[in-house]
């Protein structure tokens, strides 16, 4: 009998332990909180001096050949190596007046107000519009400026045509002589951030082995870039470091590259393939990459087949 009592507590005890941690499972939840507000129209931070004109489009009627138009001091503005982390600055040689500064494509960084350019945040290796709109009036006065350093052509490689090589050009001019026939006159991938990525670069002339950044340096049973079993549209983007003996001084230099897979060209949408086309005509005849928009980084496409 005091057997069966004592196994009537225990399970009544049971009973009772249950019942209470099932009530704390059920209890009501604390009032949710209000979900924070995000603004989705909030851009990235830009440097106090510079404007972002990225929404601008580019004007239908320009002015060029102004009397007052910004002169830099020549067509071609070099990045040089600065100290304690300081940017290098170049001004206009000229006072064209008070007005507003304005740039185009995406990539130069510059004061909308005194004509300043951050070479060292700016993207090189490129053509830049800029316009400027002297105070009390509305027109829109172009002048060119080109940034030197180094860049890849928007293209399409197939490895089965024999095209395996991606060189870069200099200065925004595809038909200008490599500056890097010396050597030691260049230096590509200083800090290896590219190979670190699988991607093949000639450390003396920026070449791009595609076929073994594809294959790896085994050969197809290798991994490469994309790995061992690439998949179409599978994208990889290094950041090389170079540094070149011109007018540069060897200050370091970055340039972001996409380097993407397609199995065959002809998976490729057609209007990637127009934009890429589109891109390197501009490119080839010596043309804004691009009026609107960010035409960097490069996209560079290998396939296999056509």
């Known amino acids: 009998m005091k057997k069966a009592n004592s196994l009537r507590f225990i ?3 049971a009973l009772l332990v249950i019942a209470f941690a ?3 499972t059920v209890a009501p939840l604390a009032p949710p909180q209000a979900p924070v507000q995000t603004d989705s129209t909030q851009k990235p931070r830009q440097k106090p001096d510079s404007q972002a004109v990225q929404s601008l489009p580019f004007p ?3 002015v060029t050949g102004c009397s007052y138009a910004p002169n830099y001091g020549d067509s071609i503005i070099y990045p040089q190596p600065t100290t304690q982390g300081k940017d290098y600055i170049v001004s206009p040689v000229n006072n064209p007046g008070s007005g507003t500064y304005l740039s185009w494509p995406q990539g130069l960084v510059i004061n909308d107000s005194t004509g300043a350019v951050d070479v060292t945040q700016s993207q090189t ?6 316009g400027f709109v002297q105070s009390g009036t509305s027109d829109t006065c172009l002048t060119s400026l080109i940034l ?4 890849y052509e928007d293209s399409v ?4 045509n024999g095209q395996t090589q991606a060189w870069p050009y200099f200065n925004a001019n595809p038909y200008m002589p ?7 006159s260049c230096a590509f991938d200083v800090t290896g951030s590219a190979a670190a990525m699988k991607v093949v670069v000639d450390p003396n002339s920026g070449m791009i ?3 073994k950044t594809l294959n790896g340096p085994g050969g197809l049973l290798s991994s490469g870039a994309f790995g061992l079993l690439p998949l179409s549209g599978q994208e990889i983007s290094p950041v090389i470091y170079y540094q070149l003996n011109d007018g540069s001084n060897n200050a370091l230099q970055n340039i972001q590259v996409n380097i993407v897979y397609y199995s065959s060209k002809s998976s490729i949408t057609p209007s990637l393939l127009n934009n890429l086309v589109n891109k390197l005509g501009n490119i080839l005849g010596n043309l804004l990459i691009q009026n609107t928009g960010n035409p960097r980084p490069p996209m560079v496409i290998i396939t296999r087949y056509n």
């Not at 290796?125 to 800029?130: A, D, N, P």
């Open 11 to 13: 399970c009544a005890l």
């Open 22 to 24: 099932c009530r704390k």
């Open 60 to 62: 239908q009627n320009p």
């Open 125 to 130: 290796g490129e053509r830049f519009m800029i």
């Open 148 to 151: 030197g350093g180094a860049s």
């Open 157 to 160: 490689y197939v490895i089965a």
């Open 178 to 184: 490599s500056p890097c026939g010396t050597a030691g």
């Open 209 to 211: 082995d595609l076929l």
